[in-house]
């Protein structure tokens, strides 16, 4: 295995806010917590609990049954107060249906059954199930449904454990891998069973040592290794990832799925762990809380569905602040800091808002092109996207973005490019749909006025046809009439004639 | 005198020829604009341009017969893309054919229905399910919004939805992004 | 949330600072002329860009923030004659704003160098007095007189070294009789070399346009130089006369109007170069950069749309 072939482009970022020492503090249960039923690339799950209902910890509350939907499961013990639509950190900013849960402070946790530490005795589909009934989605940020994920690696040779951390900032996979490295070893070994997979590598970035060290103490499988790559921002990203570890580029397009690699984040290996060995459903997670508002920056294990606030605790409250959910280069602004955590919030920035500088005219300078990881050209991207020129955006191949945000990062000119592209996506998006929709309406509308002429023919015809047969009748009977008159005829004449002599 | 003569004639009669094949090879059966303009119109065939449907309104334009500003569904976007394409100003849209209204669906309110089939009659792209004395229903992902078919049903049971953008299709405003200076 | 690199303004103060060496240079042989030119630039560019942003219903002040007027006036100021009077510079910024940036949408929108057109502008309207270079050092208030004709100045006035050395080639002198250096050009050009070693150090400009400049310019003027060393200069004059250098790092740099690939920049570099020499050799005109670099602005959407890079995955 080679490594630091690396791809062009990304950038270095050192931490905007490094602590001094890292490690977990376990967040206390909180009050209440709101749990979205719509979930990230999943159908919405369907209530199976109502109002006043009193549920346990890990007791599933909603589920869909789409083979790719994931169920919902309480994330502490109490009563369902509602189930309404409520705000949670989405870009769009729209609110969505979820369930609410007032804690009674008991925290009682439903049976599990199924707890095991001889899962290689298990089919590999068993365990896929397992892991869609514990509710795993990719925690790295995506929320990819796990299990359609494992399903579909029919030939997968090589697992990938994510241990990157790319993003500036977030420490919660840091510390993750440096507190349950036994967990994590296991996890992938389970995947390993799963994927029938011949190698697994766990990627980490070279300025995390104390983990890789904390993982190297306890792995005792050939199967494993460890791999430490440059650090860099987006070195993080699958594609770009599997390039740098094996110097292979995914086609454009394409998926790693499909040409064997399977690609897991060290959290969701961990929360694989626990949903095949303790049977325990995805309940809670790690969630770094930084930013300049934080005094302390540092990472807590809280349940999810947790307001942000119960584990953000803001040095000068009175201060204005602004609340961001994910990274400081991906991750979305969040309206209210009572959002509730997600599975897929890995870090919660909160910074005191500073003036913005005013964007200024983009001045060609090609510093965005030079740092671009899929070495696209964000300068040309945002010219067409600034005047919604979709089709010559995504002949500049704007589909491939991965809206790091390294671009916008190094602008001089401030521009926010990344949200130039993820416009043009969007509408992008809209317009190809409105244009198959308008295939479709204008296949119909030919086909109907096909059918009505088709119709109008066919009646056409048949009137014809009813004429014919009502003259052929008619002639008929007009030759049966003429053969009756002329018998008749020769009658009258018999008879005329005899009467005459 | 003479040479120019007939260097200029050889030269026509060359150009001549190059032009004639070309007619020939390239040549191009029915009209493609009509297509073009085709593409271009959004396909609710709901009538407000005055045409029975959005090819016939597409002959009218390329005939010269229609303004391009005609289409309230297709918006003023619509009017834009017309004018670019046929290479002439833009214009405003005619609010006269009706106003440009979000894109909205057809319901039916099933406990009114008569199962007259009116409506099934009315719609230009066969969006609506049922029979006489039967319950009548509308596939939402093929209707067009064109509100044909309102005013011809006689117990009133049907009404137009607009259509609300989820978190999956949302489209940021690109006028909060954009604020240079 | 963003790099810690310089921001716009502080680019342009950057190119600024970087062209005083050169500006220093053209003062210590030439005297106060450049000096008064380029306050006068500047001022005429501010005036000029205000009065247009107001025009467009812009605010003024965020406009003018960016500091990219006072480059192009700048830049012209240096390329005109110190002597030229005030109008020549005058209307030469006036026409470079409105005709080579306003009128395109302000910054970042102009295909040409608004610097480059203005001079093209000049050179085309003014020939006389933009072919008109004094050969003294000029004292404050002679420059004043001179520039404002205030009273007659007694001093030597010329054609640049280059055109000289051009005219007597044409008149059929041969080049190793003729006294082909000038202290002076070979100094300011330094100056502005320096200048420009500096912005490449600072990563404010990226190496692609100016070393390829300078190879277009070598290759050509010594490909010439090989096939006749008697009526063609050789290559190294190339680089030591005329605004080779002040072209290599401040001109053709300009981001807005030159090309934007990496490889894209190189072709455009060196294209620029080449031209430079065939008009200084065989065009009408003493030096060709202007006239250069404005027919590679025309090109840098066609060397642009081929030079793409290869997209990763593709």
């Keep these: 295995m080679s490594t630091n072939s690396s791809y062009k482009g990304g950038i270095v970022i050192p931490n905007p806010y490094p602590p001094k020492e890292i490690g977990i503090t376990q967040a206390s249960l909180p009050s209440k917590v709101v749990l979205s039923l719509n979930e990230r690339m999943t159908e919405k799950a369907i209530p199976c609990v109502e109002v006043g209902d009193r549920v346990l910890t890990g007791q599933i509350i909603a589920l869909n049954d789409d083979y790719n939907s994931v169920p919902i499961h309480a994330t502490i013990s109490g009563e369902v107060t509602s189930i309404d639509d409520q705000l949670i950190p989405h870009k769009s900013g729209f609110k969505t249906q979820c369930i609410t849960i007032e804690s009674d402070g008991k925290d009682e946790w439903v049976k599990g059954h199924n707890s095991t530490t001889d899962y290689l005795k298990i089919e590999p589909s068993e365990l896929i199930d397992r892991i869609r009934n514990a509710g795993i989605v990719g925690m790295g940020g995506a929320g990819f449904p796990t299990h359609t994920k494992l399903g579909l690696a029919k030939n997968c040779n090589t697992i990938i454990v994510n241990g990157t951390e790319c993003e500036p900032g977030i420490m919660c996979d840091d510390v993750l891998m440096q507190n349950y490295p036994k967990e994590i070893i296991r996890g992938v070994e389970i995947l390993l069973h799963i994927c029938r997979a011949d190698r697994a590598v766990i990627a980490v970035e070279d300025d995390k040592r104390e983990a890789l060290n904390s993982l190297l103490l306890y792995n005792f499988n050939d199967k494993i290794t460890i791999e430490l790559i440059p650090t860099k921002y987006t070195s993080g990203s699958e594609k770009l990832l599997i390039k740098t570890l094996f110097n292979k580029e995914i086609p454009s397009g394409g998926f790693a799925i499909d040409e064997g690699f399977v690609c897991q984040n060290v959290s969701t290996v961990k929360a694989i762990f626990d949903a095949v060995i303790d049977d325990k459903p995805l309940v809670s997670r790690i969630v770094t809380v930084t930013g300049s508002a934080i005094s302390k920056p540092d990472n807590y294990e809280v349940r999810l569905g947790s307001s942000i606030e119960h584990i953000a605790s803001i040095s000068i409250p009175n201060n204005k602040y602004s609340v961001r959910m994910g990274g400081m280069m991906m991750g979305i602004d969040v309206p209210s800091i009572v959002a509730p955590i997600s599975k897929i919030s890995n870090c919660i920035f909160i910074n005191y808002e500073s003036s913005d500088i005013d964007p200024k005219e983009c001045i060609r300078c090609g510093a965005c092109n030079q740092v671009c990881p899929v070495e696209l050209l964000p300068q040309q991207l945002y010219w067409y996207s600034k005047s919604g020129n979709t089709e010559k955006a995504a002949e500049y191949n704007l589909l491939d973005c991965i809206e790091c945000g390294c671009c916008s990062y190094v602008c001089p000119s401030h521009i926010p490019l990344v949200e130039y592209f993820s416009f043009a996506k969007a509408l992008h998006r809209k317009q190809t749909e409105e244009k198959n929709r308008a295939e479709i309406a204008r296949g119909r509308f030919e086909y109907r006025e096909f059918r009505i002429e088709r119709n109008k023919l066919e009646r056409a015809e048949m009137m014809n046809a009813k004429k014919k047969a009502i003259k052929a009748k008619m002639a008929k009977e007009k030759s049966q009439k003429d053969k009756i008159a002329a018998a008749m005829e020769r009658v009258k004449k018999k008879k005329g004639g005899s009467s005459a002599q | ?181 | 949330m963003h790099s810690n690199t310089l921001n716009t303004s502080q680019i342009m103060r950057q190119v600024i600072y970087a062209l005083s060496v050169g500006v220093f240079a053209c003062y210590y042989f030439f005297g106060w002329g450049v000096i008064l030119q380029i306050v006068l630039a500047v001022v005429t560019a501010l005036a000029i860009e205000s009065c247009f942003v107001r025009l467009r219903g812009l605010p003024v002040k965020i406009a003018i923030s960016d500091g990219s007027a006072v480059v192009t006036a700048v830049l012209l100021a240096i390329s005109i004659p110190s002597i030229a009077p005030w109008w020549v510079i005058v209307v030469g910024v006036s026409f470079a704003i409105i005709f080579g940036k306003q009128l395109y949408g302000g910054l970042g929108n102009n295909p040409f160098n608004p610097a480059m057109l203005g001079y093209a502008f000049l050179l085309i309207s003014y020939p006389l007095q933009m072919t008109t270079w004094s050969s003294d050092f000029l004292t404050f208030s002679a420059s004043i007189d001179m520039m404002f004709n205030l009273s007659s100045v007694d001093t030597l006035t010329g054609a640049t070294k280059l055109d000289q050395v051009k005219t007597q080639i044409s008149l059929g002198s041969m080049v190793d009789s003729l006294d082909i250096y000038s202290v002076s050009q070979s100094w300011i050009n330094a100056g502005f070399l320096l200048g420009g070693l500096y912005l490449l150090i600072r990563k404010i400009i990226f190496w692609h346009v100016p070393v390829a400049f300078i190879s277009g310019v070598f290759i050509t003027a010594s490909v010439l130089f090989l096939i006749n060393d008697k009526i063609y200069l050789p290559p190294h004059l190339h680089l030591m006369l005329g605004a080779t250098m002040l072209g290599a790092f401040f001109i053709a740099t300009d981001p807005v109007s030159s090309s934007t690939t990496p490889n894209g920049r190189l072709i455009y570099g060196f294209l620029i170069g080449v031209l430079v020499v065939i008009i200084r050799v065989f065009g009408g005109y003493p030096d060709g950069v202007a006239f250069a670099v404005l027919l590679m602005n025309i090109a840098v959407p066609l060397i642009d749309s081929y030079t793409q890079p290869r997209v990763f995955g593709k």
């Design chain 2, 1 to 181: 005198m003479l040479y120019s003569v007939i260097i200029f004639s050889l030269m026509a009669l060359f150009i001549g020829l190059v032009l004639g094949y070309a007619a020939f090879k390239f040549k191009v059966d029915g009209n493609p604009l009509v297509d073009q303009i085709d593409a271009i119109l959004p396909q609710t065939q709901c009538g407000q341009c005055d045409y029975p449907g959005c090819r016939p309104y597409a002959e009218a334009i390329a005939s010269g017969d229609a303004q391009i500003n005609q289409c309230p569904p297709g918006g003023q976007e619509g009017v834009d893309a017309l004018a670019e394409l046929l290479d002439v100003e833009t214009m405003f849209l005619n609010e006269e054919h009706g106003e440009t209204k979000p894109k909205r669906v057809a319901v039916v309110d099933e406990s009114v229905c008569i199962g007259c089939t009116l409506c099934i009659q009315a719609c230009p792209v066969d969006a609506f399910v049922g029979a006489s004395k039967v319950m009548t229903t509308v596939i939402a992902d093929e209707c067009t919004g064109c509100d044909l078919c309102i005013p011809v049903c006689p117990v009133d049971c049907i009404d137009m939805v607009e259509i609300m953008p989820t978190m999956r299709n949302f489209v940021p405003d690109i006028a909060e992004v954009a604020s240079v200076y």
